[in-house]
C-alpha cells in the first residue's frame, strides 16, 4: 500500500521537477510572456487595449507600423504614400507580395473594406477617423492603390494608420449573418482573417493564448532563429508573476511590483529593459466647479505639491513632466524653467491673490481603489496643502464609478488621479486633451477650456506644414501650463523582465503600456539552458 | 421538518416537501434577479461608456447603448432579461460581447471542479481530523487540531496560496505554480468538463496526474479554512455523542470501539457537519476569486470581477444566479441529506 502510494506521490511531485517554461515544438522555441490582462475580443474594428494589440500587431499588419523609440512610422502594407498640397487626398501604394493567412493578395480592395468596416461599425479604432473620412472618400485606384478624400485636411491621419489593420474581405464576408460585417464569427478566435507573422495555434479563454509564427510570412523574419511562436498566458498576480519568472515558468513578464522589478534585475539569468514611456500621470483639477475652477488656487497647489515624492513613490523608476507633452511627442518643448516645482512662499502667494490666505476649504481627491501609488500620491497632496489650509479628503474609487464622475462637470471631482497614454506620437493627440471636444472622456476630467487653446488646437491639426505646426504647439503647451488644470506629474518607466535567452526586444513608447512587438523577438542559444 | 418512528419512510415521504422547495428556490431567484438588477443598474457606471473604450465619441457610446437597449426602462429592461431566461439566454456580455451562457458554460466548471474537489479534501480531512480528536481528546492529535483549527480560521486564502505558491513552486519545484493543465497536454474529452473525472473516465493518464497537479495547490488553499472548521465542528459533535445512552449500549454489547466510532456514533454527529458542508459549498463557489487569481486558475471567480470591473450588468447577473443557485441547491441537498443520516428526519 506504502509502495503505491510513493509511486502516486512521485508521478505527481515528481514531474514537476521536469524542466517548465519555454516549449518547444517542432525543434523551435516558444516563448512563455505571462501577463495580467485577458483577451477577449480580437476583432480590430471592435476593440483594442494593449492585450488586444498584442495579439492583433500579431496576427494582423496595417498600412504604417510604429517601430523603435523615439517612434518613425515604418512603411509595411504601403510601401509609399504622397499626400496633396492642400492635406487632403493621401494616396498610398502597396507592397506587392503581402498575401493573407489563407493565400489572398492583401490588395487595394482589401484596405478599403477594413477602412469602411471599421468606420460603419464604429467601434474600436474608429473614433480616431470618425467625421474625417467617410466611407465615400475611400476609392480603389488600382489593385495596389488606394485614395483617401478626407472631409477636412487633418494632418495627424497618417499617425493612427498603425491601428487600422487589415482584414481579408473573403474570409470576413464568408462568414457574415444578417449584416453584422462577421463580427460574430470574427470576434471568436481561433478566427481571424490577418496576414501577420503569427497564426493561432490554440486559444483557451481565461489561460492563454498560443500563436506560432507563419513560416511564410510575405515579410519575412529579422532573425534567422526568431521565436517559432509564444504563449500569451494570463498571470494576474504579481507576485505570481515574480515566482513564474523565477522558477522559469514564464520567459517574460510584465506586472511585477516595482521591487520586484529591481530584485529582478539582479537575478542571474533575467534582465530587465526599462524605457520611459508615453503614460503620463496628472491631478486633473476641476476648472467648472468648486474652488478649483479658480486659477489661482490652481496654481497655489501647482506650487505646494511635492513633485519628488512622485519619484520617490515609483523608486526613481520615473521622471517628471516638463511640459504637458511627454518626451516622446512631436513638437515637445521642455519648460523647465516655467513648470510648477515645490514653491510654498509662491503659493502662499497665491492663495492671498485668491482671497484665502488662510484656506480654509476642502477638496476632494479622487483616485482608483487599489492603485497603491495613486493612494500614496494622495497622501502627499494631503500633507503638501495642509500647509496652505487645505484640507484633502481621499476618495477611492472603482474606476468605472469614477469615468461616470468624470463625464459631467458638475460630477467630476475637484481632483482626480488620472493616467493617460497617447495612441499616437503626434502633437495632436496630446493637444486634444485639452479642447472641448474631449468631453466625457476620462482624461477631459479638468474641464478645461480656453478658446485661444481650442483655436489653435483645430487650426494646428488642419495645418499640413510641419513647422507652422510645431509653433503652434509650442504655444498650446504654454498657455496650458499657464492656465495650470492640472498637476502635471510624471511618467513612470515601462518595465518587462525577460529570460536572457530572449532576445531582439525593441521598445517603441507608442506600443500601449506592456505590449511587446513578438515579430523581432529571437532565441540566443548559447544562453539557451536545456529542458531536463 | 419533524421526529418520527424510526426507520417509518413511506416512499413518498419527500415528495410534497421537494416541490414545495424547488418552488421556494424559484421564487428565491426571481427575488435575487430582481435584486441583483436593481444593483447593477443603480451603480453610477455607465457600461456603454466602459465598454466603447477610453476614447469613444458620444456617437459610439450611443451606438453601443442601443445595441445592449441600455436606454429602454429599467422595468421593459428586467421583463425582457427574465423573458429570455426562460428561453436560456442570459443576455451578451458588453465586455466579451458573447452570449453571457457560453462564458458561464466555459469559466463555470472549471471553478465547480475546484470547488467540490476542495470540499472533498476538506471533509475527509476534517472528519477524520475531528472525529480522532474527539475519540482522543487532550491527546496530542487533539491539541494538533486546535493548532490546525486557529490556523485555519485566522489565515487568509490568498496568504496562504501564496505562501503554497512560494514553497511548492518555486523553491522545492515540486508542483506548477499556476493553471489548469500543461501547454501541451491534451485536453480530456469533455464529458463532465472535470478535468480530473473526465481523464479518469477516459483512462488518460497522463493528462489526470497533469490535472491533479495544477489542482492540488489551489485546492489544498481554498480546503484550508473549511477543513479547519469541519474538523472543530465534527470534534464537538463527537464529544457530544460519546457520552450518549446509545453508544454507551454499543459499547455494552461488545461491538468493537471502530463500528462504534464510525457506525454508532459518527453517523449521528455528522448532520450538524453535512450542514457546514452544504453552506461552505455556496461560501467557496462565491468566494474562489482570491485562489484563482493566484494560481491562474480559469474560473467563474475571475470572470465575476472583471464583469464587475466593466459594470458588465448580465454577466454579474448570470454570474449572481449561477452562484445563488448553487447554494440554494446545496441547501436542499443537504436538507434531504438529513433523511438518509437520520431516518427520524422526515419532511411533511
Known amino acids: 500500500m506504502i509502495r503505491k502510494i510513493s509511486v502516486v506521490v512521485l508521478l505527481v511531485t515528481g514531474l514537476a521537477a521536469i524542466g517548465l517554461g519555454y516549449e518547444v515544438v517542432g525543434g523551435k522555441i516558444h516563448v512563455v510572456y505571462g501577463a495580467r490582462q485577458p483577451v477577449e475580443i480580437v476583432d480590430p474594428s471592435i476593440h483594442y487595449d ?60 482589401a484596405v478599403m473594406f477594413s477602412f469602411v468596416r471599421t468606420l460603419t ?110 504563449i500569451f498566458k494570463l498571470i494576474r498576480e504579481p507576485a505570481s508573476q515574480r515566482v513564474a519568472i523565477l522558477t522559469g515558468e514564464a520567459d517574460i513578464v510584465e506586472g511585477v511590483t516595482p521591487r520586484d522589478f529591481d530584485e529582478l534585475a539582479k537575478t542571474p539569468g533575467i534582465y530587465v529593459p526599462e524605457y520611459p514611456g508615453m503614460t503620463t500621470f496628472g491631478i486633473k483639477m476641476n476648472t467648472r466647479r468648486g474652488m478649483t475652477a479658480n486659477p489661482l488656487i490652481r496654481k497655489a497647489i501647482c506650487y505646494a505639491f511635492d513633485y519628488e515624492a512622485l519619484i520617490d513613490i515609483y523608486e526613481g523608476h520615473a521622471i517628471l513632466m516638463d511640459s504637458p507633452f511627454p518626451p516622446a511627442t512631436k513638437g515637445y518643448v521642455s519648460l523647465k524653467e516655467l513648470m510648477y516645482r515645490q514653491d510654498l512662499e509662491k503659493a502662499k502667494e497665491y492663495m492671498r491673490m485668491a482671497g484665502y490666505p488662510e484656506g480654509g ?14 493612494r500614496l500620491i494622495g497622501l502627499v497632496l494631503q500633507e503638501c496643502l495642509a500647509k496652505l489650509g487645505i484640507t484633502v479628503k481621499l476618495v477611492p474609487m472603482v474606476w468605472p464609478q469614477m469615468v461616470e464622475l468624470i463625464s459631467k462637470p458638475e460630477t467630476s471631482p475637484d481632483m482626480a488621479a488620472v493616467f493617460t497614454t497617447p495612441v499616437t506620437n503626434d502633437p495632436d493627440a496630446i ?46 503647451q504654454k498657455i496650458i501650463l499657464e492656465d495650470a488644470p492640472e498637476i502635471f506629474g510624471m511618467l513612470y518607466n515601462r518595465r518587462w523582465a525577460l529570460r536572457e535567452y530572449v532576445q531582439g526586444f525593441r521598445f517603441c513608447p507608442l506600443r500601449m503600456t506592456s505590449e511587446i512587438d513578438m515579430y523581432y523577438l529571437y532565441i540566443d542559444k548559447a544562453k539557451l539552458p536545456s529542458k531536463s | 421538518m419533524g421526529g418520527g418512528p ?37 451603480v453610477p457606471a455607465d457600461p456603454a461608456r ?102 485555519g480560521v485566522g489565515m487568509p ?11 511548492m513552486a518555486l523553491k522545492w519545484k515540486l508542483l506548477p505554480s499556476g493553471g489548469r493543465l500543461g501547454f501541451q497536454t491534451p485536453q480530456p474529452i469533455g464529458i463532465t468538463h472535470f478535468f480530473l473525472l473526465d481523464s479518469l473516465l477516459t483512462g488518460n493518464w497522463r493528462t489526470f496526474v497533469e490535472a491533479l497537479r495544477h489542482i492540488l495547490l489551489p485546492a489544498i488553499s481554498l480546503s484550508f479554512p473549511a477543513f479547519a ?120
Open chain 2, 50 to 151: 466602459l465598454a466603447a473604450g477610453p476614447d469613444a465619441t458620444e456617437e459610439m457610446v450611443q451606438k453601443l447603448r442601443k445595441e445592449f437597449r441600455l436606454d429602454d426602462p429599467l422595468p421593459i429592461q428586467y421583463f425582457a432579461y427574465v423573458r429570455g431566461i426562460f428561453q436560456g439566454d442570459l443576455g451578451r456580455s458588453i465586455r466579451t460581447r458573447r452570449p453571457v451562457i457560453e462564458d458561464l458554460a466555459r469559466y463555470y466548471p472549471a471553478t465547480l471542479e475546484l470547488v467540490l474537489f476542495s470540499l472533498f479534501l476538506a471533509s475527509i480531512g476534517g472528519i477524520l481530523i475531528g472525529t480522532l480528536s474527539g475519540v482522543y481528546h487532550g491527546r496530542w492529535i487533539d491539541q494538533l487540531s486546535r493548532l490546525i483549527a486557529v490556523a
Open chain 2, 229 to 348: 472548521s469541519l474538523a472543530r465542528l465534527t470534534r464537538a459533535e463527537v464529544l457530544d455523542v460519546l457520552s450518549a445512552e446509545f453508544v454507551k449500549t454499543a459499547r455494552a454489547k461488545g461491538l468493537g470501539e471502530g463500528v462504534v466510532i464510525w457506525r454508532h456514533m459518527l453517523r449521528n454527529a455528522l448532520i450538524p457537519t453535512t450542514t457546514m458542508i452544504g453552506l461552505r459549498f455556496g461560501w467557496m463557489l462565491g468566494g474562489t476569486v482570491m485562489v484563482e487569481t493566484v494560481f491562474n486558475w480559469p474560473g467563474l471567480g475571475l470572470y465575476a470581477v472583471q464583469s464587475a470591473t466593466f459594470a458588465d450588468f448580465n454577466a454579474i447577473m448570470g454570474t449572481t444566479l449561477l452562484v445563488g443557485l448553487n447554494f440554494a441547491l446545496a441547501n436542499l441537498l443537504v436538507d434531504l441529506l438529513y433523511g438518509v443520516l437520520d431516518p427520524r428526519i422526515r419532511y411533511d
Open chain 1, 121 to 230: 461599425l464604429k467601434q474600436g479604432p474608429a473614433w480616431m477617423l470618425l467625421g474625417i473620412l467617410d466611407p465615400e472618400g475611400i476609392e480603389v485606384i488600382d489593385p495596389y492603390t488606394i485614395r483617401f478624400t478626407l472631409n477636412y485636411p487633418y494632418a495627424p491621419f497618417i499617425s493612427v494608420l498603425p491601428w487600422w489593420y487589415i482584414m481579408n474581405p473573403n474570409v470576413v464576408m464568408a462568414h457574415e449573418v444578417d449584416g453584422d460585417w462577421g463580427t460574430n464569427w470574427l470576434r471568436n478566435p481561433p478566427n481571424e482573417a490577418g496576414s501577420g507573422p503569427f497564426v493561432i495555434r490554440e486559444w483557451r479563454h481565461g489561460e492563454y493564448y498560443w500563436l506560432e509564427a507563419w513560416d511564410e510570412y510575405w515579410k519575412g523574419w529579422p532573425h534567422p532563429d526568431h521565436i517559432g511562436g509564444f
Open chain 1, 50 to 109: 494593449w492585450s488586444t494589440r498584442n495579439i492583433l500587431q500579431s496576427l494582423y499588419d496595417a498600412l504604417l507600423k510604429y517601430v523603435d523609440n523615439p517612434p518613425i512610422l515604418e512603411p509595411w502594407l504601403a510601401s509609399s504614400w504622397e499626400v496633396s498640397p492642400d492635406g487632403l487626398v493621401w494616396t498610398f501604394h502597396l507592397v506587392r507580395n503581402a498575401k493573407f493567412h489563407n493565400g489572398d493578395p492583401v490588395t487595394a480592395d
Open chain 2, 6 to 42: 424510526l426507520n417509518e419512510r413511506p416512499p413518498y415521504f419527500m415528495t410534497g416537501y421537494l416541490i414545495r422547495r424547488i418552488l421556494l428556490l424559484g421564487l428565491t431567484l426571481l427575488g435575487l434577479s430582481v435584486l441583483v438588477f436593481i444593483i447593477s443598474r443603480v
Open chain 1, 361 to 374: 476649504f476642502e477638496l476632494e481627491y479622487v483616485y482608483v481603489a487599489g492603485l497603491e501609488e495613486e
Open chain 2, 157 to 167: 486564502d490568498f496568504w496562504l496560496a501564496l505562501m503554497l505558491q512560494m514553497w
Open chain 1, 431 to 476: 493637444a486634444i486633451q485639452y479642447h472641448p471636444m474631449s468631453a466625457g472622456r476620462y482624461y477631459y476630467a479638468h474641464w478645461y477650456e480656453n478658446p485661444k487653446v481650442t483655436q489653435l488646437v483645430e487650426q494646428a491639426r488642419a495645418t499640413v506644414d510641419w513647422d507652422t505646426r510645431a509653433k503652434m504647439y509650442e504655444e498650446i
